[in-house]
Structure formats: C-alpha cells, structure tokens
C-alpha cells in the first residue's frame, strides 16, 4: 500500500508550497504520492511546471473553493535541470 503525505500549505505564498511539496516527495518511496492543498493563485502554474521539470507526475488538480489541491505521484528518478541524462 502507497502512503500519501497530505500538505496543507493554504495561507502560504510563492514559492513556500512548491517547496513543501519538493520536501515531502524527497522523504516519500517512488510510487507513493503527496496531497498538497494550497489557495495561492499562483500554484496553478507553479505546481504542473515543477512536476514536469522534477519528473514527477501530477496525478490529479481539484478546486476547492479558493483553494487548489494537487496530487502528485513520486517517480522512481528524478533529474535536476543539469543532471538530466540526455545532455
């Protein structure tokens, strides 16, 4: 069974959720995932643009109100912009 890590990150702004939620994965197993809800209008576009530049996936996005929450599945690796093994 996969563990989910539930984040609540509303009242903080960028770029504190995005790093939460770079935290959370960095201490969950590959395949496991992170609930985060946030109300920062900004994470709408924070939070797809760092699953696709860590290599993780964006499972789901829900609006809440004014709130957003973002499930996001660990990959098994990772690639920072430099490390990316096509380069």
Do not use: Y
Request: aromatic share 4%.
């Amino acid at each position: 069974m996969n563990e989910t890590i539930e984040i609540d990150a509303r009242g903080l702004r960028c770029p504190l959720p995005v790093l939460r939620l770079q935290k959370a994965l960095r201490q969950i197993a590959p395949g496991a995932t992170v609930q985060l809800m946030t109300d920062d209008p900004v994470a709408v576009v924070d939070i797809p643009h760092f699953c696709i530049a860590a290599g993780h996936i964006l499972v789901e996005t829900q609006e809440h109100g004014a709130a957003h929450v973002f499930i996001v599945r660990r990959t098994p690796v990772t690639f920072a912009k430099d490390e990316h093994p096509d380069r």
